[in-house]
């Protein structure tokens, strides 16, 4: 799957910076962002999904990633920070929204902070 690289102002140049392991993409915090077009391959019944996150604020919301349905929000899953620094699971089935700050006893994870507040969540 390919995506397409979305707000950022030099499509070659600014959004790629060195990582700890080769290259990381590199966000504005406002309006980049990488879409993946819609596909059926993308509603998942069982999934997992790992995600690196360097910020210098998570005192603001911001999307880690989105699923979306017709390009409405909050209608499939999210990773999310909310403006309190917690980060939040959410999914919508279609009947009703789930959504956690904690994850199932069940599901295996190692959340994470270093230095510049890196968190990570799988």
Known sequence: MDGTLVGFQDPVADHWVDGKYGKALKFNGTSSYVLIPGTPLLDLEQFSIAAWVKSTDFDRNMFVF??????????QYNLFFEDSGTINFRMNDGGSDFVSDRLHESARSHPSMSDQRRRHER
């Open 66 to 75: 989105e699923k979306t349905t017709n390009n409405i929000i909050n209608t």
